[in-house]
């Protein structure tokens, strides 16, 4: 708000009844690596998010500024892959259609996008924002929204937020050039999964120098659910 795939160890015994029978099979290369590569994703999932770049109606500040080149979106993809491995669960980044949100309560003084607020406990997000994402969501994807910087009054002072998503509906909001960690982290949220601040946790509130990536098998099992349903959803 990155996990890599430990080796598997063989058991020798299991190892050479594995070689013994790719032998007599005439296929000893594919049992072989079949062997060698342990658990696999039978069934993956793969969503696609539309990048949606804002502008603020009027020209005035708050939009994003990003380019979002190919590279970019190439880049911020293999990110969030990386970290959804664990779920068997991928995404697809395309740039989709910019979009305008009214600066009228959403945008301060200071062109920061007021996205929610708290009162230390729960955050609510902006209703002209709620509003705002529903009617200009795609309905082909999961929508990425970029601004230049959000903002949550009820923060202490230096606090800031980088992004805010729904949980289990489809449409995030962050800010400009956060890393793919955000990004997977909103997701998480989109994909129905709240906050857990289990240390290395992927949806740990609070990101820290050294975000963690973790998910467990729990948070891996509700999140393919919910990507699934969304499967559906955008088929109709």
């Given at each position: 708000m990155t996990r890599t795939m430990q080796?598997?160890?063989?058991?020798?015994?299991?190892?050479?009844?594995?070689?013994?029978?790719?032998?007599l099979s005439g296929n000893p290369l594919r049992l072989l690596a079949r062997q060698?590569?342990?658990n696999t994703c039978n069934d993956p999932v793969n969503l696609p998010i539309c990048i949606r770049p804002v502008s603020v109606a009027?020209?005035?500040?708050?939009?994003?500024t990003m380019n979002f080149t190919p590279q970019v979106l190439a880049d911020m993809q293999t990110g969030i892959n990386a970290i959804w491995a664990r779920c068997c669960i991928s995404f697809t980044v395309t740039l989709g259609d910019p979009v305008v949100f009214p600066k009228k309560k959403l945008f301060n003084e200071k062109g920061k996008l007021i996205a929610a607020s708290t009162d230390g406990q729960t955050v609510t997000m902006n209703p002209l924002l709620d509003k705002t994402m529903q009617d200009k969501n795609s309905k082909k994807c999961l929508n990425l929204y970029y601004?230049?910087?959000?903002?949550?009054?009820?923060?202490?002072?230096g606090e800031d937020i980088k992004g805010i998503g729904y949980l289990g509906q489809n449409g995030m909001v962050v800010d400009d050039n956060v890393p793919p960690v955000v990004n997977a982290h909103e997701l998480g949220h989109n994909l129905n999964l709240p906050h857990n601040n289990t240390p290395g946790n992927l949806m740990e509130e609070t990101?820290?120098?050294?975000?963690?990536?973790g998910?467990?098998?729990i948070q891996c099992s509700d999140a393919k659910n919910r990507a699934q349903q969304y499967l559906a959803e955008f088929s109709r």
């Open positions: 080796p598997i160890a063989v058991p020798a015994a299991s190892f050479l009844l594995a070689v013994v029978i790719a032998i060698a590569a342990g009027g020209g005035a500040e708050g939009g994003t601004v230049n910087d959000a903002k949550e009054n009820g923060l202490k002072k990101l820290k120098s050294n975000p963690g990536t998910l467990n098998d």
